[in-house]
């Protein structure tokens, strides 16, 4: 299933603990989030949040397909010939500042299960360590940079704090903070790949 998610451009993202003692996968692409039952194979799609399982992920990704096309209720008008010269095109989109970026992430923080929780974690972990705030922000830095989505950087935050729940001792906010590390290089390295 991992090599299928692959194929379709779903980054590995890491595991998770379960109910039943096993490790999900947990996968992430543009703003998605899904999760591999470790038992069973089954996807689950953790955003958009479906409460059904999909067998596989070419069922995901038509039910993503179907998803995001407009229903057609009736047939478009033929548009009318245009009464004006045509304004010149808007520049393009107007990249963020990274403190804008970083707030994009907090917002689709907020907005995940258990999100005030997890936005409240995150910033007491910038705050109170110093290599956890210098992680989080090389993480945001790499995915500005190259035009990741804030909610995908907010999967991998959302990715260490679950790692953090397995971690024992001092070293947590280490741990954590490589775990960001990580994906601030593993989002360097998927760019290169498919450069």
């Known amino acids: 299933m991992s090599r299928q998610a692959e194929l379709m451009n ?3 993202i890491g595991r998770v603990s379960n109910a039943d003692g096993g490790k999900d996968i ?5 703003e998605r989030g899904a999760r591999i039952d470790w038992r ?3 996807v689950w799609l953790m955003n958009p949040k479906v409460a059904e399982p999909f067998a596989d992920f070419l069922a995901v990704e ?3 397909t179907l998803r995001d096309i407009p229903v057609a209720d009736k047939p478009a008008a033929a548009a009318p010939a245009p009464a004006e010269p045509e304004a010149a095109p808007e520049p393009g989109p107007v990249r963020d500042t990274l ?3 970083q707030q994009k992430v907090d917002a689709c923080l907020a907005k995940a299960e258990g999100g005030q929780e997890l936005l409240e974690t995150k910033q007491a972990f910038e705050a109170g360590s110093e290599p956890y705030l210098e992680a989080s922000t090389e993480l945001s830095k790499t995915a500005l940079e190259l035009e990741v ?3 995908m950087v907010a999967t991998f935050h959302i990715s260490a ?3 953090l729940a397995e971690t024992a001792g001092a070293d947590k906010l280490e741990r954590v903070a490589a775990s960001l590390h990580a994906a601030a290089r593993q989002i360097r390295a998927s760019v290169t790949i498919t450069a």
């Open 62 to 64: 038509r039910w993503l």
């Open 10 to 12: 779903w980054l590995d």
């Open 99 to 101: 403190p804008a970026f």
């Open 149 to 151: 989505s804030p909610a």
């Open 40 to 42: 069973t194979g089954e």
């Open 161 to 163: 704090f679950a790692a």
């Open 26 to 30: 947990l996968l992430a692409r543009n």
